[in-house]
Protein backbone atom coordinates (compact mmCIF):
# COMPACT_ATOMS: atom_id res chain seq x y z
CA UNK A 1 0.00 0.00 0.00
CA UNK A 2 1.33 3.54 -1.39
CA UNK A 3 1.03 6.01 1.78
CA UNK A 4 1.91 9.65 1.89
CA UNK A 5 0.71 12.23 4.34
CA UNK A 6 -0.24 14.88 2.15
CA UNK A 7 -1.35 14.06 -1.29
CA UNK A 8 -1.23 17.87 -3.70
CA UNK A 9 -3.34 17.63 -6.69
CA UNK A 10 -1.81 19.91 -9.05
CA UNK A 11 1.83 21.13 -9.80
CA UNK A 12 1.04 24.36 -10.59
CA UNK A 13 1.34 28.05 -8.72
CA UNK A 14 -0.33 27.10 -5.40
CA UNK A 15 0.15 23.65 -5.60
CA UNK A 16 3.98 23.85 -5.76
CA UNK A 17 4.14 26.07 -2.99
CA UNK A 18 1.77 23.57 -0.40
CA UNK A 19 3.58 20.81 -1.15
CA UNK A 20 7.07 22.82 -0.21
CA UNK A 21 5.56 24.08 2.77
CA UNK A 22 3.88 20.81 3.66
CA UNK A 23 7.39 19.39 2.96
CA UNK A 24 9.42 22.19 5.17
CA UNK A 25 6.59 20.84 7.65
CA UNK A 26 7.91 17.31 8.17
CA UNK A 27 5.25 15.44 6.13
CA UNK A 28 5.88 13.03 3.28
CA UNK A 29 4.60 14.45 0.32
CA UNK A 30 3.11 13.37 -3.25
CA UNK A 31 2.52 15.88 -5.83
CA UNK A 32 0.51 15.35 -8.66
CA UNK A 33 0.57 16.65 -11.99
CA UNK A 34 -1.41 15.32 -15.00
CA UNK A 35 0.55 17.26 -17.29
CA UNK A 36 4.16 16.32 -18.15
CA UNK A 37 5.44 19.23 -17.30
CA UNK A 38 4.85 21.34 -14.11
CA UNK A 39 4.17 24.94 -13.80
CA UNK A 40 2.99 25.28 -16.90
CA UNK A 41 0.46 28.20 -16.35
CA UNK A 42 3.16 29.84 -14.51
CA UNK A 43 5.59 29.70 -17.73
CA UNK A 44 2.79 31.68 -19.51
CA UNK A 45 2.85 34.65 -16.79
CA UNK A 46 4.08 38.11 -17.15
CA UNK A 47 4.28 37.76 -21.01
CA UNK A 48 6.76 34.79 -19.87
CA UNK A 49 8.52 36.52 -17.92
CA UNK A 50 6.43 35.89 -14.46
CA UNK A 51 5.15 38.42 -12.39
CA UNK A 52 5.69 37.31 -8.91
CA UNK A 53 4.63 38.96 -6.61
CA UNK A 54 3.78 42.65 -5.75
CA UNK A 55 5.65 44.57 -3.33
CA UNK A 56 3.20 46.96 -2.47
CA UNK A 57 1.73 46.74 1.49
CA UNK A 58 -0.30 43.59 2.09
CA UNK A 59 -3.68 45.75 2.75
CA UNK A 60 -3.18 47.24 -1.07
CA UNK A 61 -2.64 43.89 -2.33
CA UNK A 62 -5.80 43.04 -0.85
CA UNK A 63 -7.43 46.08 -2.20
CA UNK A 64 -5.78 44.84 -5.31
CA UNK A 65 -8.01 41.59 -5.23
CA UNK A 66 -11.69 42.71 -5.91
CA UNK A 67 -13.22 38.77 -6.07
CA UNK A 68 -13.60 38.19 -2.26
CA UNK A 69 -9.61 39.62 -1.42
CA UNK A 70 -10.88 40.16 2.28
CA UNK A 71 -11.29 36.36 2.74
CA UNK A 72 -7.27 36.73 2.73
CA UNK A 73 -6.93 38.61 5.40
CA UNK A 74 -5.83 35.73 7.71
CA UNK A 75 -3.57 33.57 5.70
CA UNK A 76 -1.71 36.82 5.12
CA UNK A 77 -1.43 36.92 8.49
CA UNK A 78 0.78 33.86 8.44
CA UNK A 79 2.44 34.04 5.03
CA UNK A 80 2.21 37.42 2.93
CA UNK A 81 4.47 38.92 -0.26
CA UNK A 82 7.34 40.10 1.82
CA UNK A 83 7.23 36.41 2.75
CA UNK A 84 7.18 35.51 -0.47
CA UNK A 85 10.27 37.62 -1.76
CA UNK A 86 12.00 36.57 1.31
CA UNK A 87 11.83 32.69 -0.32
CA UNK A 88 12.77 33.15 -3.80
CA UNK A 89 15.67 35.49 -3.29
CA UNK A 90 16.75 32.96 -0.11
CA UNK A 91 16.49 29.71 -2.77
CA UNK A 92 19.33 31.86 -5.24
CA UNK A 93 17.05 33.31 -7.59
CA UNK A 94 17.40 37.06 -7.32
CA UNK A 95 13.68 39.69 -8.04
CA UNK A 96 13.71 42.96 -9.45
CA UNK A 97 10.72 45.92 -9.15
CA UNK A 98 9.70 47.07 -11.78
CA UNK A 99 6.26 50.54 -12.07
CA UNK A 100 3.35 49.42 -9.69
CA UNK A 101 5.29 47.51 -6.94
CA UNK A 102 5.30 44.41 -9.95
CA UNK A 103 7.88 41.68 -9.05
CA UNK A 104 9.90 39.74 -11.18
CA UNK A 105 12.70 37.44 -11.79
CA UNK A 106 16.27 39.21 -12.60
CA UNK A 107 16.29 36.86 -15.52
CA UNK A 108 13.22 37.88 -16.97
CA UNK A 109 12.36 34.23 -17.62
CA UNK A 110 9.40 32.50 -16.14
CA UNK A 111 11.50 29.57 -16.30
CA UNK A 112 13.82 30.62 -13.06
CA UNK A 113 10.94 30.62 -11.22
CA UNK A 114 9.57 27.25 -12.09
CA UNK A 115 13.13 26.03 -11.61
CA UNK A 116 13.78 27.00 -8.41
CA UNK A 117 10.34 25.30 -7.34
CA UNK A 118 11.60 22.47 -8.89
CA UNK A 119 14.76 22.09 -6.93
CA UNK A 120 12.91 22.98 -3.45
CA UNK A 121 10.94 20.25 -3.94
CA UNK A 122 13.68 17.69 -4.63
CA UNK A 123 15.35 19.43 -1.84
CA UNK A 124 12.73 18.23 0.35
CA UNK A 125 12.42 14.96 -1.06
CA UNK A 126 8.71 15.73 -2.30
CA UNK A 127 7.65 12.77 -4.50
CA UNK A 128 6.30 14.17 -8.15
CA UNK A 129 4.47 12.07 -10.48
CA UNK A 130 3.73 13.90 -13.49
CA UNK A 131 1.40 12.57 -16.54
CA UNK A 132 -0.74 11.28 -13.38
CA UNK A 133 -4.46 12.11 -13.60
CA UNK A 134 -6.90 11.78 -10.49
CA UNK A 135 -9.81 9.95 -10.82
CA UNK A 136 -11.47 10.26 -7.75
CA UNK A 137 -10.53 11.55 -4.18
CA UNK A 138 -11.45 9.31 -1.59
CA UNK A 139 -13.21 9.36 1.81
CA UNK A 140 -14.07 7.14 4.37
CA UNK A 141 -17.22 8.78 6.39
CA UNK A 142 -16.40 12.03 6.65
CA UNK A 143 -12.39 12.06 6.55
CA UNK A 144 -9.98 12.22 3.40
CA UNK A 145 -8.33 9.19 2.87
CA UNK A 146 -6.43 9.29 -0.23
CA UNK A 147 -6.91 9.43 -4.20
CA UNK A 148 -7.63 6.77 -6.81
CA UNK A 149 -5.34 7.24 -10.05
CA UNK A 150 -5.88 5.39 -13.42
CA UNK A 151 -4.79 2.20 -12.08
CA UNK A 152 -3.75 2.95 -8.57
CA UNK A 153 -4.31 3.90 -5.06
CA UNK A 154 -2.49 6.07 -2.95
CA UNK A 155 -3.62 6.82 0.71
CA UNK A 156 -3.16 9.69 2.76
CA UNK A 157 -5.22 11.79 5.51
CA UNK A 158 -4.87 15.18 3.93
CA UNK A 159 -5.41 15.94 0.18
CA UNK A 160 -4.61 19.64 -1.11
CA UNK A 161 -7.19 20.40 -4.22
CA UNK A 162 -4.46 22.78 -6.39
CA UNK A 163 -6.18 22.41 -9.95
CA UNK A 164 -6.68 25.65 -10.95
CA UNK A 165 -9.29 27.10 -12.65
CA UNK A 166 -11.09 27.48 -16.26
CA UNK A 167 -8.49 29.52 -18.06
CA UNK A 168 -5.80 28.20 -20.66
CA UNK A 169 -7.36 24.62 -20.14
CA UNK A 170 -4.49 23.36 -22.46
CA UNK A 171 -2.15 24.03 -19.24
CA UNK A 172 -4.48 21.14 -17.97
CA UNK A 173 -6.93 24.03 -16.18
CA UNK A 174 -9.82 22.00 -17.12
CA UNK A 175 -12.40 22.19 -14.06
CA UNK A 176 -11.32 18.94 -12.40
CA UNK A 177 -11.20 20.23 -9.17
CA UNK A 178 -15.02 21.44 -9.47
CA UNK A 179 -16.02 18.06 -10.20
CA UNK A 180 -13.76 16.50 -7.29
CA UNK A 181 -15.27 19.41 -4.86
CA UNK A 182 -18.68 18.33 -5.52
CA UNK A 183 -18.73 15.08 -5.42
CA UNK A 184 -17.76 16.15 -1.28
CA UNK A 185 -20.38 18.33 -1.52
CA UNK A 186 -19.11 21.52 -1.92
CA UNK A 187 -20.88 23.85 -3.85
CA UNK A 188 -19.31 26.20 -6.65
CA UNK A 189 -20.07 30.01 -7.39
CA UNK A 190 -21.02 30.48 -10.69
CA UNK A 191 -18.00 31.13 -13.21
CA UNK A 192 -17.07 33.86 -14.88
CA UNK A 193 -14.04 35.33 -17.24
CA UNK A 194 -12.17 37.89 -15.05
CA UNK A 195 -8.53 40.03 -16.88
CA UNK A 196 -10.39 39.09 -20.05
CA UNK A 197 -10.73 41.90 -23.53
CA UNK A 198 -13.95 43.32 -23.31
CA UNK A 199 -15.85 42.97 -26.48
CA UNK A 200 -18.68 45.14 -28.47
CA UNK A 201 -20.72 45.64 -31.20
CA UNK A 202 -20.39 49.11 -31.88
CA UNK A 203 -20.26 50.17 -35.46
CA UNK A 204 -17.02 51.83 -34.94
CA UNK A 205 -15.50 48.69 -33.69
CA UNK A 206 -17.07 46.92 -36.59
CA UNK A 207 -15.54 49.01 -39.19
CA UNK A 208 -12.52 49.29 -37.44
CA UNK A 209 -12.21 52.62 -37.04
CA UNK A 210 -9.98 52.84 -34.27
CA UNK A 211 -8.27 49.38 -33.92
CA UNK A 212 -4.65 50.04 -33.16
CA UNK A 213 -4.81 53.15 -31.34
CA UNK A 214 -3.41 52.85 -28.22
CA UNK A 215 -4.01 55.47 -25.56
CA UNK A 216 -2.01 56.12 -22.01
CA UNK A 217 -3.03 56.47 -18.85
CA UNK A 218 -6.68 57.07 -18.98
CA UNK A 219 -9.76 56.07 -17.16
CA UNK A 220 -12.43 53.59 -18.03
CA UNK A 221 -15.42 52.85 -16.15
CA UNK A 222 -18.30 50.45 -16.18
CA UNK A 223 -21.46 51.82 -15.71
CA UNK A 224 -24.98 51.13 -13.89
CA UNK A 225 -28.20 51.30 -15.31
CA UNK A 226 -28.90 55.03 -13.60
CA UNK A 227 -25.22 56.04 -15.30
CA UNK A 228 -22.83 55.81 -12.31
CA UNK A 229 -19.58 54.51 -12.13
CA UNK A 230 -19.96 50.79 -10.61
CA UNK A 231 -15.91 50.95 -10.84
CA UNK A 232 -13.49 52.89 -12.60
CA UNK A 233 -9.81 52.34 -13.62
CA UNK A 234 -7.13 54.94 -14.52
CA UNK A 235 -4.43 52.74 -16.73
CA UNK A 236 -3.55 52.55 -20.46
CA UNK A 237 -5.79 51.31 -22.93
CA UNK A 238 -6.45 49.88 -26.22
CA UNK A 239 -8.41 49.73 -29.36
CA UNK A 240 -9.10 46.31 -31.12
CA UNK A 241 -11.01 44.75 -33.95
CA UNK A 242 -13.06 43.45 -31.26
CA UNK A 243 -13.69 46.06 -28.44
CA UNK A 244 -10.95 47.11 -26.48
CA UNK A 245 -7.98 45.48 -24.28
CA UNK A 246 -4.94 47.24 -22.32
CA UNK A 247 -4.94 47.46 -18.42
CA UNK A 248 -7.49 49.50 -18.39
CA UNK A 249 -9.91 46.87 -19.95
CA UNK A 250 -8.80 43.94 -17.89
CA UNK A 251 -9.16 45.46 -14.74
CA UNK A 252 -12.92 46.30 -15.97
CA UNK A 253 -14.02 43.45 -17.43
CA UNK A 254 -14.57 41.06 -13.89
CA UNK A 255 -17.55 43.99 -13.54
CA UNK A 256 -18.52 44.22 -17.09
CA UNK A 257 -19.39 40.61 -16.64
CA UNK A 258 -21.11 40.70 -12.93
CA UNK A 259 -23.65 43.62 -14.35
CA UNK A 260 -24.32 41.31 -17.36
CA UNK A 261 -25.03 38.41 -15.16
CA UNK A 262 -27.87 40.54 -12.86
CA UNK A 263 -29.15 41.66 -16.38
CA UNK A 264 -29.22 39.01 -19.31
CA UNK A 265 -29.29 40.25 -22.80
CA UNK A 266 -28.61 43.93 -21.49
CA UNK A 267 -25.47 45.48 -22.57
CA UNK A 268 -23.38 47.07 -20.45
CA UNK A 269 -22.41 50.95 -20.95
CA UNK A 270 -18.32 51.91 -20.21
CA UNK A 271 -17.39 55.58 -20.22
CA UNK A 272 -14.07 56.41 -21.16
CA UNK A 273 -12.15 59.66 -19.84
CA UNK A 274 -9.44 60.31 -22.66
CA UNK A 275 -7.94 63.33 -20.01
CA UNK A 276 -8.64 62.40 -16.59
CA UNK A 277 -6.41 64.38 -15.38
CA UNK A 278 -7.70 67.53 -16.76
CA UNK A 279 -11.34 69.25 -15.78
CA UNK A 280 -13.66 70.15 -18.86
CA UNK A 281 -13.23 73.73 -17.95
CA UNK A 282 -9.32 74.01 -18.41
CA UNK A 283 -9.89 71.44 -21.48
CA UNK A 284 -12.14 74.20 -22.93
CA UNK A 285 -9.47 76.88 -22.65
CA UNK A 286 -6.70 74.61 -23.74
CA UNK A 287 -8.67 74.21 -26.67
CA UNK A 288 -9.90 77.66 -26.97
CA UNK A 289 -6.54 78.70 -27.20
CA UNK A 290 -5.29 76.83 -29.96
CA UNK A 291 -8.80 77.79 -32.23
CA UNK A 292 -7.88 81.46 -31.14
CA UNK A 293 -3.95 81.23 -32.57
CA UNK A 294 -5.02 79.49 -36.13
CA UNK A 295 -9.09 80.48 -36.33
CA UNK A 296 -8.64 80.16 -40.02
CA UNK A 297 -7.20 76.25 -40.27
CA UNK A 298 -9.91 73.70 -39.83
CA UNK A 299 -10.24 72.08 -36.31
CA UNK A 300 -8.92 68.55 -37.47
CA UNK A 301 -5.61 70.55 -38.27
CA UNK A 302 -5.13 72.95 -35.28
CA UNK A 303 -6.39 69.94 -32.81
CA UNK A 304 -3.58 67.44 -34.95
CA UNK A 305 -0.85 67.27 -31.45
CA UNK A 306 -4.42 66.86 -28.97
CA UNK A 307 -5.45 63.21 -29.81
CA UNK A 308 -4.35 60.35 -32.24
CA UNK A 309 -5.47 61.65 -35.60
CA UNK A 310 -7.47 58.45 -36.38
CA UNK A 311 -8.92 59.26 -32.46
CA UNK A 312 -9.65 62.62 -33.32
CA UNK A 313 -11.36 62.69 -36.52
CA UNK A 314 -13.64 60.09 -35.32
CA UNK A 315 -15.05 62.31 -32.30
CA UNK A 316 -14.84 65.55 -34.85
CA UNK A 317 -17.34 63.30 -37.23
CA UNK A 318 -19.35 62.34 -34.30
CA UNK A 319 -19.82 66.13 -33.23
CA UNK A 320 -20.51 66.67 -36.96
CA UNK A 321 -17.49 68.72 -36.79
CA UNK A 322 -15.29 67.10 -39.67
CA UNK A 323 -14.71 70.09 -42.34
CA UNK A 324 -15.36 72.76 -39.46
CA UNK A 325 -12.90 75.61 -39.30
CA UNK A 326 -12.02 77.01 -35.65
CA UNK A 327 -13.72 80.59 -36.09
CA UNK A 328 -17.15 78.35 -36.83
CA UNK A 329 -17.27 76.82 -33.68
CA UNK A 330 -20.06 77.82 -31.29
CA UNK A 331 -19.40 77.66 -27.34
CA UNK A 332 -22.28 74.90 -27.34
CA UNK A 333 -20.18 72.52 -30.15
CA UNK A 334 -17.23 72.99 -28.24
CA UNK A 335 -18.95 71.71 -25.39
CA UNK A 336 -20.10 68.78 -26.76
CA UNK A 337 -16.22 68.08 -28.24
CA UNK A 338 -15.18 68.53 -24.77
CA UNK A 339 -17.80 66.28 -22.97
CA UNK A 340 -16.90 63.36 -25.74
CA UNK A 341 -13.57 63.17 -24.79
CA UNK A 342 -14.51 63.33 -21.38
CA UNK A 343 -17.57 60.97 -21.40
CA UNK A 344 -17.01 58.83 -24.52
CA UNK A 345 -19.39 56.09 -24.37
CA UNK A 346 -18.86 52.20 -25.76
CA UNK A 347 -21.10 49.36 -25.20
CA UNK A 348 -19.58 46.73 -24.08
CA UNK A 349 -21.46 43.20 -25.17
CA UNK A 350 -19.58 40.88 -22.91
CA UNK A 351 -15.70 39.69 -22.60
CA UNK A 352 -13.58 36.61 -24.07
CA UNK A 353 -15.05 33.01 -22.75
CA UNK A 354 -13.25 31.85 -19.69
CA UNK A 355 -11.04 29.71 -21.87
CA UNK A 356 -9.23 32.70 -23.37
CA UNK A 357 -9.29 34.84 -20.50
CA UNK A 358 -6.45 35.38 -18.09
CA UNK A 359 -7.89 34.83 -14.64
CA UNK A 360 -11.25 32.60 -13.57
CA UNK A 361 -13.54 34.03 -11.08
CA UNK A 362 -16.43 32.13 -9.12
CA UNK A 363 -15.28 29.13 -7.87
CA UNK A 364 -15.38 27.08 -4.73
CA UNK A 365 -17.76 28.72 -1.97
CA UNK A 366 -15.83 30.36 0.45
CA UNK A 367 -18.34 30.05 3.08
CA UNK A 368 -17.23 26.13 3.13
CA UNK A 369 -13.35 26.75 3.69
CA UNK A 370 -11.61 27.66 7.00
CA UNK A 371 -9.79 31.27 6.20
CA UNK A 372 -6.97 30.58 8.46
CA UNK A 373 -6.14 26.74 7.44
CA UNK A 374 -7.76 26.60 3.98
CA UNK A 375 -9.38 23.33 5.10
CA UNK A 376 -12.67 22.37 4.06
CA UNK A 377 -15.57 23.24 6.38
CA UNK A 378 -17.14 20.10 4.98
CA UNK A 379 -14.52 17.36 5.00
CA UNK A 380 -11.93 17.15 7.18
CA UNK A 381 -8.39 16.45 5.58
CA UNK A 382 -9.58 18.22 2.76
CA UNK A 383 -7.43 21.49 1.72
CA UNK A 384 -7.98 24.08 -0.91
CA UNK A 385 -6.08 26.76 -2.68
CA UNK A 386 -5.14 29.03 -5.32
CA UNK A 387 -7.73 29.84 -8.18
CA UNK A 388 -9.96 26.98 -7.59
CA UNK A 389 -11.37 29.48 -4.69
CA UNK A 390 -13.79 31.89 -5.22
CA UNK A 391 -10.85 34.41 -5.30
CA UNK A 392 -9.66 36.31 -7.94
CA UNK A 393 -7.63 39.44 -8.34
CA UNK A 394 -6.08 41.92 -11.62
CA UNK A 395 -3.41 41.32 -13.23
CA UNK A 396 0.03 42.90 -11.53
CA UNK A 397 1.28 39.84 -9.34
CA UNK A 398 -1.84 39.68 -7.43
CA UNK A 399 -3.15 36.29 -8.34
CA UNK A 400 0.30 34.69 -8.00
CA UNK A 401 0.48 36.56 -4.36
CA UNK A 402 -3.04 35.00 -3.67
CA UNK A 403 -2.12 31.59 -4.94
CA UNK A 404 1.01 31.45 -3.16
CA UNK A 405 0.27 32.64 0.03
CA UNK A 406 -3.01 29.74 -0.08
CA UNK A 407 -0.85 26.85 -0.97
CA UNK A 408 1.57 28.02 1.74
CA UNK A 409 -1.12 28.42 4.26
CA UNK A 410 -3.01 24.98 2.94
CA UNK A 411 0.70 23.13 3.11
CA UNK A 412 1.67 24.10 6.16
CA UNK A 413 -1.59 23.40 7.90
CA UNK A 414 -2.13 20.08 6.42
CA UNK A 415 0.86 19.01 7.27
CA UNK A 416 -0.21 19.91 10.96
CA UNK A 417 -3.25 17.62 10.53
CA UNK A 418 -1.17 15.12 9.33
CA UNK A 419 1.13 15.14 12.13
CA UNK A 420 -1.61 14.78 15.17
CA UNK A 421 -4.08 12.64 13.04
CA UNK A 422 -2.41 9.66 15.15
CA UNK A 423 -4.33 6.50 13.03
CA UNK A 424 -2.90 5.24 10.30
CA UNK A 425 -5.43 4.10 7.46
CA UNK A 426 -4.41 0.41 6.98
CA UNK A 427 -7.87 -1.32 5.88
CA UNK A 428 -8.07 0.07 2.46
Known sequence: ????????????????????????????????????????????????????????????????????GKFLYSAFSQYNNQDIIHFFESNGTALKEEDHGRMFPTTDRSQ?????????????AVTLYTEAPVKKILRKDNQIIGVALENQKIYAPCVILATGGKTYPS???TGDGYRFSEALGHSISPLYPTES????????????????????????????????AIVSHQMDLLFTHFGISG???LRCSSFVNQALSKNPG????????????????????????????????QLKNTLRQFLPERLLEFLLEKNELGEQKGRQLSEQQLEMFIKSMKDFRITASGTFPLEKSFV???GISLKEIQPKTMESKLVQGLFFCGEVIDINGYTGGYNITAALVTGHNAGQHAAEMADYMSYVIDEY
Request: aromatic content about 2%; hydrophobic content about 35%.
Open 1 to 68: MTKFDVIVIGAGTSGLMAAIAAAEHGSRVLLLEKNKRIGKKLLLTGGGRCNVTNNRSPEEIIAHIPGN
Open 171 to 173: TGS
Open 360 to 362: TGG
Open 266 to 297: QAVQLSLDIFPETTEKQLIIDVTRRIQAEPEK
Open 197 to 228: PIRSEEPFIKKKTLQGISLRDVQLSVLNKKGK
Open 112 to 124: TIVETLHTKLKEL
Open 247 to 249: PAA
